[in-house]
């Protein structure tokens, strides 16, 4: 496997590593919900993909895209795509419910958290096959 490879699989892992901590904090009972781990959780998952995107373009599907290889560079440019909407989808869910609390909108709050990390697991487990098969030629 090959350095940039390993390294987003490292990435995508603590993703999903920061993603079920957000959905332990956000399944737990409404009296016990605790807001600031909830808001230190959030900002940890945005930084974590932040950097996981920076690899992959700049480590894989920009390379991808000048190879030459049209095949390859189109399956880059399509990847490249999804993850900036992905990324987009959770920085919209950050910004949107980093200055409210969540006990002010709970139900609002909970379902929009569920909902934004069963797009991103499924975002992120396509997307680690076809990195997969991208990076195998």
Known sequence: MEPTQALCH?????AGAAAGLIKSLIETD??????????HARAALADILGAY????????????????DERRAQTARRMKIACIAAGEDVRSYVRRW????????????????????TRLRDHLDTERQALDALMAG
């Open 10 to 14: 490292d990435h995508q892992r603590r």
């Open 30 to 39: 409404f009296a016990h919900y605790d807001e600031a781990a909830m808001a």
């Open 53 to 68: 995107q920076r690899v992959k373009h700049e480590g894989i599907f920009d390379p991808a895209i000048r190879s030459g």
């Open 98 to 117: 980093q200055a409210v609390h969540g006990h002010e909108h709970w139900s609002e709050y909970r379902l929009s958290t569920l909902t934004m990390l």
